[in-house]
């Protein structure tokens, strides 16, 4: 399964909305998640199963979609949040991540 | 405190082997399933592998690129992952991570701070 995350790149400003998009190139349900990655870091998870937040995760982030198509969205960009989002499938072996959106400081 | 700590990367000639070692403290090794994910430099994340636990007969999967030339194998008495890299090719340099799976859900909740492999000649 592929997972197209878009857009590649988002610029944004804290205190605005940021949208990021991943779609599955088969149906996967809801067994998707999003992780954050900053740089020199590794990953975190931040969402799982299209919509639940992992422990500690603010309320700011919340993702939804089922299906091919899904949204993580962050209601409103703390300067922490600016990294680089993946998304990852688990309903098919082999797991898949999509390319990456980087979300950077406008 | 959950931790992970990989070890066993460097530099290594194509063709040749490398074994890859993760170290989990923190929580009970032995009920997760445990992961390996790789990242090339500045490029994305790619799944490696799994191997399952002892209830589940420590069945492993894994990704097309990497089949028939990696295995992964644990020790629960210890604690410890492992990787065992053969017939590397230069498409293989990326730093590894060992991720432990969240409620064997196949996503990953804790992650290592990975170990580079570098395959150059």
């Known amino acids: 399964i592929v997972l197209t995350q878009s857009p590649a790149t988002l610029s944004l400003s804290p205190g605005e909305r940021a949208t990021l998009s991943c779609r599955a190139s088969q149906s996967i349900s809801t067994y998707l998640a999003w992780y954050q990655q900053k740089p020199g870091q590794t990953p975190r998870l931040l969402i799982y199963d299209a919509s639940n937040r992992a422990t500690g995760v603010p309320a700011r982030f919340s993702g939804s979609g089922s299906g091919t198509d899904f949204t993580l969205t962050i209601s409103s960009l703390e300067p922490e949040d600016f990294a680089v989002y993946y998304c990852q499938q688990r309903s098919n072996w082999p797991r898949t991540f999509g390319q990456g959106t980087k979300v950077e400081i406008k | 405190e959950v931790q992970l700590v990989e070890s066993g990367g460097g530099l290594v000639q194509p063709g040749g082997s490398l074994r890859l070692s993760c170290a989990a403290s923190?929580?009970?090794?032995?009920?997760?399933?445990m992961d390996w994910v790789r990242q090339a430099p500045g490029k994305g994340l790619e799944w490696v592998g799994r191997?399952?636990?002892?209830?589940?007969?420590?069945?492993?999967e894994y990704a097309a690129s990497v089949k028939g030339r990696f295995t992964i194998s644990r020790d629960d008495s210890k604690n410890s992952l492992y990787l065992q890299m053969n017939s590397l090719i230069t498409e293989d340099t990326a730093v590894y991570y060992c991720?432990?799976?969240?409620?064997?859900?196949?996503?990953?909740?804790?992650w290592g701070q990975g170990t580079l492999v570098t395959v150059s000649s």
């Open positions: 191997i399952r636990n002892k209830p589940n007969s420590y069945t492993t």
């Open positions: 991720a432990r799976d969240f409620k064997s859900y196949g996503y990953y909740d804790y």
């Open positions: 923190g929580f009970i090794f032995s009920d997760h399933y």
